[in-house]
Nanobody, 116 residues
C-alpha cells in the first residue's frame, strides 16, 4: 500500500489541524492504521491507532485532544488535532499494517509545527 500524508503546517498554540492519509494500491479496509510522530531529537511516538475493526487507542498525551478516524470508502485515514500544544510539534507519519507489530507501509510524513 502507498500512503501519502497531508494537512500539516504551522499553527498557533490552541489551534487545530486535520491530517489526512490517502492510501492506494490495495484493499484499505484490511489494514490497521496508526499515526506515529517524531520530534527532532526524540524517539518516535505512537499518537493514535485504529484497527481494521475500528478499535481505537491514543497516547495519554493526546487523549481528549486528538481524534483518529478512517473512511474505507475513500481509502483515507484522518487525525483531527485540537488544542494543539508546542510539544505536539513533530513530523507525523501514517503507518498501515496487516499484522499488528509488523513494520508495514509508511508515508513520507507531514510536518506539524505549533508555535506563536
Amino acid at each position: 500500500v502507498q500512503l501519502v500524508e497531508s494537512g500539516g503546517g504551522l499553527v498557533q498554540p490552541g489551534g487545530s489541524l486535520r491530517l489526512s492519509c490517502a492510501a492506494s494500491g490495495t484493499t484499505f479496509s484490511l489494514y490497521n492504521l496508526a499515526w506515529p510522530r517524531q520530534a527532532l531529537g526524540w524517539q518516535r511516538e505512537l499518537v493514535a491507532r485504529i484497527s481494521r475493526s475500528g478499535t481505537i487507542d491514543y497516547a495519554d498525551s493526546v487523549k481528549g485532544r486528538f481524534t483518529i478516524s478512517r473512511d474505507n470508502a475513500k481509502n483515507t485515514a484522518y487525525l483531527q488535532m485540537n488544542s494543539l500544544k508546542p510539544e505536539d510539534t513533530a513530523v507525523y507519519f501514517c503507518n498501515a499494517v496487516l499484522v499488528p507489530g509488523s513494520f508495514g507501509s509508511w508515508g513520507q510524513g507531514t510536518q506539524v509545527t505549533v508555535s506563536s
